[in-house]
């Protein structure tokens, strides 16, 4: 098997790249490697790497041939740098996205794996939020990641590739960013504490959030590859449907938090309902955020 990976040096995708090299597939991987979250990049020695905008259809086009599935993971993939550059989202993450599904189309990949996000929910639904729920993007980020999962829908309609779209609830786990102001809250934590600093808490600390590890992550691509079924061009959760406050999530690593600024354009709630991926892939959550932070405490 012959597979490409989108965005496959940054946090999720490496995972998934590691994955599919154990499980005997040839790897292309396309990253530009522009994102300014992570401290360094990852490769796999066993993995072709190419260093190419995803966006760039000239470029990237001749990389598809004989790929037997696609998970794109590439994006502008966190929302305090998409307030402030709306274009640098809607380039990769829309444009970025149609290109890969053109690219795939044309030649005649299996499967395309889309990785979305769970703020697509916004502030209007109830958790837990499910996959019928209308959209309520409250950003550039979630308005562009909404879009990519509108236009997988239309190819799998209009042009028949088949696409499975994921919408990730707070991933956390090895290797995930922990560089600058807006990382992800568990990286950052970590990263704080490690320094010795005071835990940095967006007000007002009790927004809570559905925590879910990489490695769920990478198993639901890895079914989504796999199992057949008759719900592509659908979404999917990726999500524990458990959740923690923020506060709650400090209390575990350390005593000493601050309140910063509070921040534009985020979700109060994430919890997932998680019930289709379950019945559909066969997929479970097999890790929880309380024994990753025990265990990271201990390194």
Not at 32 to 53: I, P, Q, R, T
Not at 220 to 229: C, D, G, K, P, S
């Amino acid at each position: 098997m012959k597979s490409l990976v989108t965005g496959g040096a940054g946090f999720i995708g490496s995972h998934i790249v590691d994955k599919l090299i154990t499980l005997g597939h040839e790897v292309i991987v396309i990253d530009n490697e522009s994102s300014g979250v992570h401290e360094h990049f990852y490769h796999n020695s066993n993995a072709l790497y190419y260093k190419y905008d995803i966006a760039d259809y000239g470029l990237t086009k001749d990389l598809y041939r004989n790929v037997d599935y696609v998970f794109h993971c590439a994006a502008e993939s966190r929302i305090q740098p998409t307030i402030l550059n709306p274009l640098g989202a809607v380039r990769t993450n829309v444009v970025g996205t149609t290109t890969v599904l053109q690219c795939s189309r044309e030649n005649n990949v299996k499967k395309v794996m889309y990785s979305s996000t769970s703020s697509a929910y916004g502030l209007a639904n109830k958790p837990p939020l499910n996959e019928t729920m209308p959209d309520d993007c409250l950003n550039p980020y979630s308005v562009s990641k909404v879009s990519g999962e509108k236009i997988c829908a239309m190819y799998t309609k209009l042009f028949g590739v088949k696409t499975v779209t994921f919408r990730y609830f707070n991933v956390y786990g090895p290797r995930e960013p922990i560089k600058g102001p807006y990382a992800p809250v568990v990286g950052l934590f970590l990263r704080q504490f490690r320094a010795s600093e005071v835990l940095t808490v967006v007000p007002d600390g009790t927004q809570r959030r559905d925590f879910t590890h990489v490695d769920d992550v990478v198993n639901a691509n890895i079914l989504a590859m796999t199992v057949e079924h008759n719900h592509y061009g659908e979404i999917f959760n990726v999500g524990t449907g458990t959740n923690h406050s923020v506060l709650e999530l400090a209390a575990m690593i350390s005593d000493q938090t601050t309140m910063i600024e509070p921040r534009l354009g985020e979700a109060y709630i994430t919890l997932a309902d998680n019930t289709k991926i379950k019945k559909v892939l066969g997929w479970a959550p097999t890790k929880n955020i309380e024994e990753y932070v025990k265990r990271e405490l201990l390194k």
